[in-house]
């Protein structure tokens, strides 16, 4: 018997929540029909409910024909207008004040639809003139204010609901910036199906905002708060919605938000949620390490520029970053060729794999294994494609590897860009753009010095023929391979430690995209001579780099991952300079460019203590190539600081 009962039981919760799960599934596909009979009871009730008030003030007796028919005027005029509308057509659970705006102009059509109507086509009985106007205030008021208030309960109901969904599985959420860009940010959040989000509060420096509330969620500080409200409410996830915000004033909000263990995510512009068919939040991008240093972005114009159209352009060094960053841009402006030079197949090979892939141009690309070492194969490769326009990239650049091997640096550097000049003289390259670096200032590493002797000969070279040299000086570059940010993220990924070679140790940054715009630019701008250098803005302090891409990682510096000084190595500077005292310093029609005049240099000088170098580099002999460095470069020193 007890079995039974047991079972009768079972079977009863069964059923029940069967039958509830039907009931929503029925709900949320008659949602709509709902909706409509729930107005036509509205209605009904509303137009009811006016002639119940007027009961002790007239006798209805006499109206009871003009009651019904009215009834039916009124239902029927309210939906067919409701529904004209589209009342039924708008995600209630969603609406906004766009949707509340066309309820009520909906209300006022539909009522002085029903007021003419009722006017013209409704005969009152004998003894009176007209319906009482207290029907109609009445009837019409209760009707609007009777479907607005479901429509603002619904909505109230949904994002409560919605918004107390909190579960263990649900990341809480921080928003830094409680403007139009966090408001979107917030409803695309609560539409969200598949609530994986909390958003617990908004930050933001406007005094005007603080303590007021965007929906249901608070602007519970400022910027400088971050750290606080995390630890209070246990935030996840930060979100930056800061899109108009100066670079300076999204890196002081990256570096506070990478002093919490907090993932942090950036959204686009307003304009881009706007425009884009996708959600916002498959819009979200990863704080980069760009976003920390706070650079603004050079724009140098080459986006529009036609000065390669039509023309070849030779690309050494084409598989390296800056090399196959160049070429992809220089395809955007349409030359006639692209020969791409480079000793690294693999490199080579990628670049010219992506450059057939992307290009719906009719540019001829061209890829070719060779090193710039090699004159006989340069002066064919010259021979065979005859550009005018030549971009040197092609080097070693790494400075402990070649202090310990100087005279590699030497082959490679000094004479392979002797080579390449003499070919652009001999097949009258228009434009040969040497591309340089910091370390050519003032050179404490072997590297340094070699680069610094390779700006010599594009000088010395410069008018001597047609074609016109110039060089090209920037800092560290971003993401390139062998730079510091990579080495860091590697050994994050391992456990650390990670490595810096000294506390006070400075540098300056700038994107590849916007080294290679210099590159670009420089060709464009030459007239002969010239060495190139970009504002690259305020220097970085390695140590806080480093921290703060822990941070960014999700780790505590020291802690989590720990920090090791391992010294300077060698050839290394504390601190890089981008301009040579004896030179001086002229802007250009860019602001972010400026041009470091020609220093006086003797040709003939330079040109017999190179032959004497290529023979000592030639024999391997290192100690004697380091000599005649000195002598060609007398700034060049022995140790960094």
Known sequence: MLKSVESYRKWGIIKLKTGLKTFLKTRKRYRKSILMLADILLFVASYFSAWIVMIRRITLSGYIPMVWTGAACFVVIFFVVYLIFGMYESLWRYAEAHEFIQCLIAMIAAAGIYVGATLVFIQPPKFVSRIPITVYFLSLMLAGISTLFLRLAYRAYRTTRLGAKTSSGMKKVMIVGAGETGDAVLKEFSHEPEHRYDVICFVDDDPEKLGRRIQRV????????????????????????????????????????????????????????????????????????????????????????????????????????????????????????????????????????????????????????????????????????????????????????????PEEAVKNNIFGTLNLARCAVRHLVSSFVLISTDKAVNPTSVMGATKRVCEMIVQSMNGESATCFSSVRFGNVLGSSGSVIPLFEDQIATGGPVTVTHPDIIRYFMTISEAVSLVLSAGELALGGEIFILDMGEPVKILDLAESIIRMSGYEPYKDIDIEFIGLRPGEKLFEELLMNEEGLKKTRNQKIYIGSPLDISSDDLFRSLDTLKGLADGNNTAEVVRILHGLVPEYGESGG
Request: charged share 25%; glycine share 6%; net charge positive.
């Open 218 to 405: 608070k602007v519970a500080g400022t910027t400088a708060d971050i750290p606080r409200l995390v630890d209070r409410h246990g935030i996840d996830l930060i979100i930056l919605a800061t899109p108009t915000a100066t670079n300076a004033e999204k890196s002081r909000i990256t570096h506070i938000c990478s002093k919490t263990k907090c993932q942090i995510k950036k959204v686009p512009g307003l304009f881009s949620i706007v425009t884009e068919a996708r959600s916002i939040i498959s819009q979200f991008k990863d704080v980069s390490v760009e976003d920390l240093l706070g650079r603004d972005v050079i724009d140098v114009g080459n986006g529009d520029s036609s000065f390669l159209a039509g023309k070849v352009v030779v690309v050494t060094g084409a598989g390296g970053s800056i090399g196959s960053e160049l070429c992809r841009q220089i395809v955007r402006q349409k030359p006639k060729r692209l020969v791409m030079i480079d000793i690294c197949e693999n490199g080579l090979y990628d670049i010219q794999q992506d450059l057939l892939r992307g290009s719906s141009s009719k540019v001829s690309i061209h890829a070719e294994v060779a090193s710039v070492r090699d004159e006989a194969k340069m002066e064919t490769l010259f021979r065979r494609y005859m550009p005018e326009v030549v971009y040197h990239a092609a080097a070693h650049k790494h400075v402990p590897l070649m202090e310990s091997a």
